[in-house]
């Protein structure tokens, strides 16, 4: 295959191509204020976001949005630590979220019935997920959680039965209520991926408690 040797910067058709052939970044959510999309492949619209506290609550369009990117910062620069309570409850329609570093905790019923929502990675970030978090989110198949949480609350993930989960805490540190062992798949057959050297401990733990698999395939 010939190649080609360019002295300087490259010709505008390389850029081009580059451009063309490269996965953009997502953007950042400026302090204060939501990005968020209404249809796939449309442009990233801003709203003010509702924070109190450092609990980011949701925002006025949320009910419209399939993609939100939450900010990291409230309006006067400080951290956003937590999604409060009910903050996306039943907004179908959202298909992905991104949640920032900043976020420590996540709150009861924050996504509930959030069924279009297909994928979410909990940044290490988050020490807690609420009860009821992602109940009823039964389309994702993918769920990440963050090598710092350390509890995750009754039924968080109750009727998840399409997802593979990746759980990265150790478990030694970690409280997980599956309440009546009626989270995920009713046979029990949903994979939960953890590191190897971890995984004996998540079986003899959690075995007779979380309604998943184990396996250890992480590293």
Same mark, same amino acid.
């Given at each position: 295959?010939?190649?080609?040797?360019?002295? $300087? =910067?490259? /010709?505008?058709?390389?850029?081009?191509?580059?451009?063309?052939?490269?996965? /953009?970044?997502?953007?950042?959510? !400026?302090?204060?204020? *939501?990005?968020?999309?209404?249809?796939?492949?449309?442009?990233?619209?801003?709203?003010?976001?509702?924070?109190?506290?450092?609990?980011?609550?949701?925002?006025?369009?949320?009910? %419209?949005?399939?993609?939100?990117?939450?900010? %990291?910062?409230?309006?006067?620069?400080?951290? *956003? @630590?937590?999604?409060?309570?009910?903050?996306?409850?039943?907004?179908?329609?959202? @298909?992905? *979220?991104?949640?920032?570093?900043?976020?420590?905790?996540? $709150?009861?019923?924050?996504? &509930?019935?959030?069924?279009?929502?297909? #994928? *979410?990675?909990?940044?290490? %970030?988050? @020490?807690?997920? $609420?009860?009821?978090?992602? &109940?009823?989110?039964?389309?994702?198949?993918?769920?990440?959680? $963050?090598?710092?949480?350390?509890?995750?609350?009754?039924?968080?993930? &109750?009727?998840?039965?399409?997802?593979?989960? &990746?759980?990265?805490?150790? !478990?030694?540190?970690?409280?997980?209520?599956?309440?009546?062992?009626?989270?995920?798949?009713?046979?029990?057959? @949903?994979?939960?991926?953890?590191? =190897?050297?971890?995984?004996?401990?998540?079986? #003899?733990?959690?075995?007779?408690?979380?309604?998943?698999?184990?396996?250890?395939?992480?590293?």
């Amino acid at each position: 295959m010939a190649t080609e040797t360019y002295l $300087g =910067a490259p /010709p505008q058709h390389v850029i081009d191509w580059i451009k063309s052939h490269s996965t /953009p970044s997502e953007p950042t959510a !400026p302090n204060g204020k *939501v990005l968020y999309k209404t249809s796939v492949d449309g442009e990233w619209l801003e709203s003010d976001a509702d924070i109190t506290d450092g609990a980011f609550n949701g925002f006025n369009e949320k009910f %419209s949005a399939v993609a939100v990117i939450i900010p %990291s910062k409230d309006a006067n620069g400080n951290d *956003v @630590t937590s999604i409060g309570d009910s903050a996306f409850s039943g907004c179908s329609s959202l @298909t992905s *979220v991104m949640i920032p570093n900043s976020v420590t905790s996540i $709150g009861g019923w924050a996504f &509930y019935e959030c069924s279009g929502l297909t #994928s *979410v990675t909990i940044p290490n %970030s988050v @020490t807690n997920i $609420g009860r009821e978090a992602f &109940y009823g989110c039964s389309g994702l198949t993918s769920v990440t959680i $963050g090598n710092n949480v350390e509890e995750i609350g009754l039924d968080a993930f &109750y009727n998840c039965t399409s997802v593979d989960v &990746y759980c990265y805490p150790n !478990p030694a540190n970690l409280y997980w209520d599956d309440g009546e062992y009626d989270d995920f798949k009713s046979d029990g057959s @949903t994979l939960c991926h953890v590191k =190897a050297e971890y995984l004996t401990e998540y079986q #003899s733990k959690f075995g007779e408690e979380v309604n998943v698999t184990f396996v250890g395939d992480l590293t």
